[in-house]
Structure formats: structure tokens, C-alpha cells
């Protein structure tokens, strides 16, 4: 751990923000049906909000000191309970059931969320291979043109430091070859990680959210993965450790950007002065800047925070993370549909400026941490969270989950516009809420859920088995029940009305993409574990192979540029981090064996690195506590 760790003096606050939960109707936790009240009437077409306070000075609320030691949390009755962390593994029990003891919180057993595969089925060693292959192909051609750069630029063989040059690909992709049992490959991520200082930066004000996920998230999995006892760790131990060394440093800067008047995170964070650096958001019709959060990064920390506050033992890291999910949970104005909130909250005071809600990116990240912070951690708090992501799910399906003209057994997911309008729009961001809707019915024991996360996750796969090159774009539109489109202009344009009149969407110009994105395909990964279907597999196959013979070029994989032209039309210069960390793993676990990072033992992060569940047995023994064959006694909230 390091010398000293940041400390946020928010005693009170907590207190406070705790107490400002609405207690939910007792129906959320048996059935998302039959309460919502009819959505609100928003009219303005000029903006939202017209702004009627003023804005308050930017306090400091963060200090210095040796450690913070939290004392005292809620239990799920709301009453206080005494906890004493346990940084993992340091258990002293004995193997066998976990057994409560003073200060340590007994782990419930893990709930089964996977098919119940036969043993010896359900994966396939060919197919896993090739995708083992196709890993190794992108990565060699890192290490040959950018190894140490942040990522690789494939159409001139060089690399860039698009993410502040502390090598984001080899700290994103680390787990990846982990579960791929690329032990050579470990070996020297692991030599490089151990070297990268994540206090210092010559690229600008960090950008703290895919900083998070990528880098924090990676190095946490990683740790975590190699002390399971479930994957080859003969590796330096002093590298082993240096995982979570390095993601205490890495947090302890980014932990500046909730130093805010809300504690809602800022976009950005000067690694030098180690002060927010806020973004704006102007509405055009009063013409007022706010200080903004973007939504889905000040709402997607609360998951990878707490398993850091659980590795270390330092809970200021779930408190800053949680402080700021308060307001995001208690939108001020209520979005249009209940929990379906907007994309820009105002950091000075905590009020929803916009209400273009719905899954799409801008928001996707905070919906699906709600339900996968339950997952991890059953608590009063993360209760309260998955009551949230209810309301959010049972408005995507009484209100957002669309079918196209001509088109009753497909559904899609429009997004809002910034009024709370149905834009009959969907992003390729949006196509992990099947797997989240997935993952949430067997979580909470929801057959309706399960349907909507299927038909979602069917719809997604529409966009990519009916275009030329088998790859889906970036965006989609279609025409509503009425035949009519969201943007008038594309009521009179031909070409879109044939395309969708054969295939039931169209591309809008500008949108012909295909980024490399992994959200279609981790939602198959969901489809195919928890349902066992083997054409959820077999669709994931499609991609790869579609991904293989379009995106695969001479350094690698890149991005392409028009998934309705022959070979992509062209190629952009680019591949993203994430296309080892995400594309390529859950392909690979969709045919590994499924016991490979069993769902009722890990949960993922939204850039796919997997977690521990806070949970006692799963395929027979704890995650945690398999390292060094101890039951693991995390606390913290329980």
C-alpha cells in the first residue's frame, strides 16, 4: 500500500447521503410490475432545465493523512454493525464453511446463474484456440510495433500514447491472457506493469473514467485472478503484489476528481496540481454552462472502488464512489421514465440538466453497475442500487423496448433525446443491456427479464447477420409502429426506407462503423452461459469469424469503416485496448469450458475484467479463499 492515502472528511456526509434514500415500495424486491406511475409530461423543447440557483464555491475536502480506517457501516436492517477489514487473502479460519467470527461478516453461498452444463460440455477446444490465436496474432504485432505505447496503430505499424503512456494495452489485455493461460505473455506484462509510475503523466489532465476501468479495473483483476488459486501464478511474487501497489497509486490520484462541492467525480483530474478539471454543458436555450458529469463515468466506479476497498482494507475508496451514486439514485428532476435518468448531471449541485435516458452510452455503465454491485456485495446500499436498476429495467420494457414497423418479433432499445423524447435510436453501447437483463433475471429470480434480455440480445445480432460484412455498425435507426421516423428527413429517404423495409432498421450516414465493440457479443457470452442455447455460441462464431476475415490486416486488427461495403470499404488506424480485454475474452470464455470464470463466482466490470463475488462455495470452493485454501473473511458492508 502506499505511504499515504488519500482521505475524504465526509463522515457527516455519508450519514447524510444514507439518510436521504427513499425507502422503495416492499413490491420492488418481489416484482418489477404494476406500480410505475405514468411518466411525466415534459414538453420544453428549448431545454430541460432552466436554471433557478446559484453556483457554490468549490470547497477542498480531500487531505493527506497515514490511513483511514473505517469503523462502522450499515447492515441490511439499516443498523450499524462493526467491521474490521481484512486486506485479501488473510484469512485464518480454516477451510470448510465459512463461520462468522468478531468483526468479519460470513459470506453467503453463491447463487448458481449459469446453465447447468453436463460436465465435459458445452465449450469447444477448436474454436476457443482459433480465438486463442487471434489474441496472440494482435498482441505479437503490439509487442513488434508499440510495445510500452498505449496502443497499436496497425495501418502504419507504430504506436501511440493516446491514454498518457502508461501502456493501457498491456494493463487492459493482462487478464485476458491469464484466463488464455498465455503464461509467456503474463510473464512480460507483468515485468512492464510493475515499472509503470501512475503519478505522473506529460499528456494533459487524465481523463479518470476509462482510466478507471481500463487501468484500475485491469490491475485489480489481475490481482485477483492470479490469488484464486484457478489460474498458473508461478510468476515473481513481488510482480503479483505490485498489481495492487500500483492500483492503490492510481486510485489515490484519481480520488482528487471527487474533490468536488457534490463529490460527483469531475471529467478530468491534473495529475501535476492534483485538482478537478471540470467539463461543461450548456443549454442552448438560456444559454447557462454547468459543470457536468457525464452520468455513466461519475456512476461506474462504485464496483471496482469497493473491491479495492476490500483488497486494502481502506473503505474511503467505496465512500467517495458511493457518495456521488446518491444523487444519481435521487435524480432531482425525476427523469421521464422512472430510473431511466439522463446523461449530464450539474457537479456544483447535484440536478439532472438533461433527460436523454435510456441504456445507450452516456448512461450504460451506471445502469449496469446498479445490478452488478448487488451481484458482487449484498448490502443495504447495493439493495437499494438494484431497486434502482428495477425501475430502470421495467421502464425499458413497458416503455423503450420498441419493435420496427413491420417487424412484431424484433425489438430494439431506443434511447431518449434530451427532452426525454423516443428517439427510435439505438447505439451499439446499448447491446449489453441484454446480457445485463440477463444476468438480472437470475440474480433476482425474474423469468420476465430473462425474455427482454433475449429479445434484446436477438436484436443486436439483427444488425450484424444482415450486413454485407457480417459486422454491426455504430448506430441504428427505424420507423415506429406508424411507419414514421424519429427525424423527418428520413421519412422521404429511399435508400433507408428499402433497407428497412427488408431488414427492419437502417444506418444513418456517418454511422456505418464497426469500432470494434464488445457489448453485442458480451451479451451472446450471457445468452449462451445462462440459457445454454447453442445459437447464441454460434452467433458469437459468426462475429469472430466475420471479425477475422474484415478487421484482420497485415500488423493485426483494426477498425473498418463501412460494415455495408465489401472488406469494411477501408480500415481506420486504430486498435483500441479494449478489443483484448473485452472482444477477445468473452469470445474465448463463450467456447471455453464454462466452468472458465463461472458467473456465480465472478462478476465483470464494464471493461470485462472479472471480480470475485462476495460469496461462499460455487463450483465447491470460495474464489477467495482457494488461493491459500483459508475461508476468506471480508467486511464491509454485508
Known amino acids: 500500500m502506499a505511504s499515504y492515502i488519500l482521505y475524504l472528511s465526509l463522515s457527516a456526509a455519508l450519514v447524510a447521503a444514507e439518510s436521504s434514500?427513499?425507502?422503495?415500495?416492499?413490491?420492488?424486491?418481489?416484482?418489477?410490475?404494476?406500480?410505475?406511475?405514468?411518466?411525466?409530461?415534459?414538453?420544453?423543447?428549448?431545454?430541460?432545465?432552466?436554471?433557478?440557483?446559484?453556483?457554490?464555491?468549490?470547497?477542498?475536502?480531500?487531505?493527506?493523512?497515514?490511513?483511514?480506517?473505517?469503523?462502522?457501516?450499515?447492515?441490511?436492517?439499516?443498523?450499524?454493525?462493526?467491521?474490521?477489514?481484512?486486506?485479501?487473502?488473510?484469512?485464518?479460519?480454516?477451510?470448510?464453511?465459512?463461520?462468522?467470527?468478531?468483526?468479519?461478516?460470513?459470506?453467503?453461498?453463491?447463487?448458481?446463474?449459469?446453465?447447468?452444463?453436463?460436465?465435459?460440455?458445452?465449450?469447444?477446444?477448436e474454436r476457443a484456440a482459433a480465438i486463442k490465436e487471434a489474441y496472440l496474432y494482435g498482441w505479437e504485432a503490439y509487442v513488434k510495433f508499440a510495445f510500452g505505447k498505449d496502443e497499436l496503430q496497425p495501418l502504419n505499424g507504430s504506436g501511440v500514447n493516446d491514454w498518457y503512456g502508461w501502456g493501457v494495452t498491456i494493463v487492459d489485455a493482462i487478464d485476458t491472457a491469464i484466463i488464455m493461460n498465455l503464461t509467456d505473455v503474463v510473464a512480460q506484462q507483468l515485468a512492464f506493469i510493475q515499472k509503470i509510475d501512475f503519478t505522473t503523466t506529460t499528456y494533459g489532465p487524465?481523463?479518470?473514467?476509462?482510466?478507471?476501468?481500463?487501468?484500475?479495473?485491469?490491475?485489480?483483476?489481475?490481482?485477483?485472478?492470479?490469488?484464486?488459486?484457478?489460474?498458473?501464478?508461478?510468476?515473481?511474487?513481488?510482480?503479483?503484489?505490485?498489481?495492487?501497489?500500483?492500483?492503490?497509486?492510481?486510485?489515490?490520484?484519481?480520488?482528487?476528481g471527487f474533490n468536488t462541492p457534490t463529490g460527483l467525480s469531475s471529467a478530468n483530474?491534473?495529475?501535476?496540481?492534483?485538482?478537478?478539471?471540470?467539463?461543461?454543458?450548456?443549454?442552448?436555450?438560456?444559454?447557462?454552462?454547468?459543470?457536468?458529469?457525464?452520468?455513466?463515468?461519475?456512476g461506474t466506479y462504485i464496483l471496482d472502488w469497493s473491491r479495492l476497498s476490500d483488497l486494502t482494507g481502506n473503505q474511503t475508496y467505496r465512500q467517495?464512489?458511493?457518495?456521488?451514486?446518491?444523487?444519481?439514485?435521487?435524480?432531482?428532476?425525476?427523469?421521464?421514465?422512472?430510473?431511466?435518468?439522463?446523461?449530464?448531471?450539474?457537479?456544483?449541485?447535484?440536478?439532472?440538466?438533461?433527460?436523454?435516458?435510456?441504456?445507450?452510452?452516456?448512461?450504460?455503465?451506471?445502469?449496469?453497475?446498479?445490478?452488478?454491485?448487488?451481484?458482487?456485495?449484498?448490502?443495504?446500499?447495493?439493495?437499494?442500487?438494484?431497486?434502482?436498476?428495477?425501475?430502470?429495467?421495467?421502464?425499458?420494457r413497458e416503455y423503450i423496448a420498441l419493435h420496427p414497423f413491420g417487424f412484431p418479433d424484433l425489438t430494439f432499445l431506443s434511447e431518449l433525446d434530451v427532452n426525454g423524447t423516443i428517439a427510435l435510436t439505438q447505439d451499439d453501447f446499448t447491446c449489453f443491456a441484454g446480457g445485463n437483463f440477463l444476468l438480472g433475471a437470475k440474480i433476482l429470480d425474474m423469468p420476465d427479464l430473462l425474455d427482454l434480455g433475449l429479445a434484446?440480445?436477438?436484436?443486436?445480432?439483427?444488425?450484424?447477420?444482415?450486413?454485407?460484412?457480417g459486422l454491426g455498425p455504430i448506430q441504428w435507426r427505424w420507423y415506429n409502429a406508424s411507419n414514421l421516423a424519429y427525424d423527418p428527413r428520413d421519412d422521404i429517404d429511399a435508400p433507408e426506407r428499402k433497407f428497412a423495409a427488408k431488414y427492419g432498421y437502417f444506418i444513418p450516414n456517418g454511422e456505418e462503423g464497426w469500432a470494434s465493440r464488445?457489448?453485442?457479443?458480451?451479451?451472446?457470452?450471457?445468452?449462451?452461459?445462462?440459457?445454454?442455447?447453442?445459437?447464441?455460441?454460434?452467433?458469437?462464431?459468426?462475429?469472430?469469424?466475420?471479425?477475422?476475415?474484415?478487421?484482420?490486416?497485415?500488423?493485426?486488427?483494426?477498425?473498418?469503416?463501412?460494415?455495408?461495403?465489401?472488406?469494411?470499404?477501408?480500415?481506420?488506424?486504430?486498435?483500441?485496448?479494449?478489443?483484448?480485454?473485452?472482444?477477445?475474452?468473452?469470445l474465448y470464455l463463450i467456447f471455453s469450458d464454462p466452468s472458465l470464470i463461472d458467473l456465480a463466482e465472478w462478476v465483470f466490470n464494464t471493461e470485462a475484467h472479472p471480480f470475485p463475488v462476495q460469496c461462499w462455495g460455487g463450483n465447491g470452493s470460495s474464489v477467495l479463499g482457494a488461493a491459500n485454501g483459508t475461508t476468506p473473511s471480508l467486511a464491509g458492508y454485508a
Not at 414538453?43 to 436554471?51: A, H, K, L, N, R
Not at 462502522?72 to 467491521?83: D, E, F, I, Q
Not at 476501468?213 to 490481482?223: C, D, K, P, V
Not at 451514486?325 to 435524480?331: A, F, G, H, S, T
Open 21 to 125: 434514500f427513499t425507502s422503495p415500495p416492499a413490491s420492488w424486491s418481489e416484482s418489477v410490475g404494476g406500480w410505475w406511475p405514468a411518466p411525466s409530461s415534459v414538453t420544453e423543447s428549448s431545454g430541460p432545465i432552466i436554471p433557478s440557483y446559484t453556483t457554490p464555491a468549490v470547497t477542498t475536502s480531500l487531505s493527506s493523512v497515514p490511513e483511514y480506517t473505517y469503523t462502522s457501516s450499515l447492515g441490511p436492517s439499516g443498523t450499524a454493525v462493526a467491521t474490521t477489514v481484512a486486506p485479501f487473502p488473510n484469512a485464518t479460519s480454516s477451510a470448510g464453511s465459512p463461520s462468522s467470527t468478531s468483526g468479519h461478516v460470513v459470506l453467503p453461498a453463491c447463487k448458481p446463474i449459469q446453465y447447468a452444463f453436463p460436465a465435459g460440455q458445452g465449450g469447444n477446444a
Open 206 to 256: 487524465v481523463e479518470i473514467f476509462d482510466v478507471s476501468i481500463r487501468y484500475l479495473g485491469g490491475l485489480i483483476s489481475a490481482y485477483d485472478l492470479l490469488k484464486s488459486g484457478q489460474f498458473f501464478n508461478d510468476y515473481p511474487q513481488n510482480q503479483i503484489e505490485a498489481l495492487l501497489s500500483q492500483a492503490v497509486s492510481l486510485a489515490d490520484k484519481i480520488a482528487f
Open 269 to 298: 483530474v491534473n495529475f501535476t496540481s492534483n485538482q478537478p478539471v471540470f467539463a461543461t454543458y450548456t443549454i442552448a436555450a438560456t444559454n447557462v454552462t454547468y459543470n457536468s458529469t457525464n452520468t455513466a463515468s461519475t
Open 320 to 396: 467517495l464512489a458511493e457518495r456521488a451514486e446518491n444523487y444519481l439514485v435521487n435524480p432531482s428532476p425525476a427523469p421521464v421514465y422512472p430510473g431511466l435518468v439522463g446523461t449530464q448531471f450539474d457537479i456544483d449541485t447535484g440536478r439532472m440538466l438533461t433527460f436523454d435516458g435510456g441504456f445507450e452510452a452516456g448512461v450504460d455503465s451506471f445502469l449496469e453497475y446498479l445490478l452488478k454491485s448487488y451481484q458482487y456485495q449484498v448490502s443495504a446500499t447495493t439493495t437499494q442500487y438494484k431497486d434502482f436498476w428495477l425501475q430502470a429495467a421495467q421502464s425499458a
Open 456 to 469: 434484446v440480445t436477438d436484436g443486436c445480432h439483427q444488425t450484424y447477420n444482415t450486413t454485407l460484412t
Open 518 to 586: 464488445p457489448e453485442p457479443t458480451e451479451s451472446l457470452f450471457y445468452a449462451y452461459r445462462i440459457t445454454g442455447d447453442a445459437r447464441w455460441a454460434e452467433y458469437a462464431w459468426q462475429n469472430f469469424l466475420a471479425i477475422n476475415e474484415t478487421a484482420r490486416n497485415a500488423n493485426g486488427f483494426a477498425t473498418v469503416n463501412n460494415v455495408n461495403e465489401p472488406f469494411g470499404g477501408s480500415m481506420t488506424n486504430a486498435l483500441d485496448s479494449f478489443f483484448f480485454a473485452e472482444v477477445m475474452k468473452y
